[in-house]
């Protein structure tokens, strides 16, 4: 079985007008993923504002999470900032607090490295820590790719066990699949070709709607492996509108409405990120009620 299986929710911070952490919130999106189904639960990664957070919060997130999950799923979390030192840092942080099944680790963003700088800062960041470690990488944020080759070079790491594949290029994720060691994971990151992943050969998906819909994004994974492909089929069509709005306010503004529609008060984003405007509201509204329904009624098949 690959290190990294299922749907792992890509959790916000939540944080108070001013930037500070709002842990009740944090506590409260931890249970309601959980108790949408999902296999793990994901911190510090892009939706949860890494960029924006200082060391202290970072590493209050982790020790709220790891205490408050108590077992229930795998705790996985992000070391993704932008120099190797900062990396190591962040990663050797996350290992001393102990509780953490592995690390995502995102290419550099800002600056533009070679692959074989990439190889050099993956491969000094595996040798830091104990913990298992995901590549992650997202060209369309950080403009930095990372090459099949080098995905292959460092699976040969004892300590990199997979990659988060957020491209939204199906053919590059086969090619992953196909070309991919033993044990190695790959797990989709476009949250509109979840089913397609999956039917590709991938493990499963850490996916930032999974904050709003966890039922809806988990359901997909488990009707796939249980084989029951209309289901899968559905859930992902359903799933599709939300996943575009996402994109109609500066990231992650769209998440932590969605959770405050859905019941969930997740706070604030870091200035100056702030509102959704209309008509987007509007149709977050009727989408989130719509992925509710779902989960009202778990046999319903329809899309929204």
């Not at 491209?167 to 797990?187: E, H, K, M, N, Q």
Request: aromatic share 6%; hydrophobic share 50%; net charge negative.
């Amino acid at each position: 079985m690959s290190a990294v299986t299922g749907v792992i929710p890509a959790l916000v911070t939540p944080l108070d007008a001013d930037g500070e952490l709002f842990e009740a919130g944090l506590r409260d999106v931890i249970d309601f993923t959980i108790a949408g189904g999902v296999h793990g639960v994901f911190v510090l990664g892009s939706s949860g504002e890494i960029y924006g957070l200082s060391a202290e919060q970072k590493r209050r997130v982790v020790e709220i999470t790891v205490e408050h999950v108590a077992g229930r799923v795998p705790v996985y979390a992000g070391a993704s900032e932008i120099t190797t030192r900062d990396c190591i840092a962040t990663a050797r942080m996350v290992a001393g607090i102990g509780g953490v099944a592995g690390l995502s680790v995102l290419t550099p963003y800002f600056m533009t490295p070679t692959q074989a700088e990439l190889v050099d800062h993956y491969t000094a960041i595996a040798a830091s820590t104990d913990l298992p470690v995901v590549l992650y990488t997202n060209p369309g944020r950080t403009g930095v790719d990372l090459a099949l080759d080098t995905v292959l070079t460092l699976a040969e790491l004892d300590t990199v066990v997979g990659i988060k594949d957020s491209g939204g290029d199906l053919a590059s994720t086969r090619a992953l699949v196909a070309a991919r060691p033993p044990g190695f994971a790959v797990i989709m990151g476009r949250d509109t070709l979840i089913l397609d992943a999956l039917r590709a050969g991938a493990d499963g998906a850490i996916a930032s709607t999974a904050n709003i819909a966890p039922h809806v994004v988990a359901g997909i994974y488990d009707a796939f492996v249980a084989g029951d492909l209309a289901r899968a089929q559905a859930l992902q069509d359903a799933l599709t509108p939300l996943r575009h709005l996402v994109d109609k306010a500066t990231f992650p503004v769209v998440l932590k409405e969605g959770l405050r529609l859905a019941g969930i008060d997740a706070g604030w984003c870091f200035a100056p990120a702030r509102a959704l405007g209309e008509p987007w509201r509007t149709q977050l509204a009727e989408v989130v009620a719509a992925l509710g329904a779902l989960a009202k009624d778990p046999g319903q098949k329809e899309t929204s």
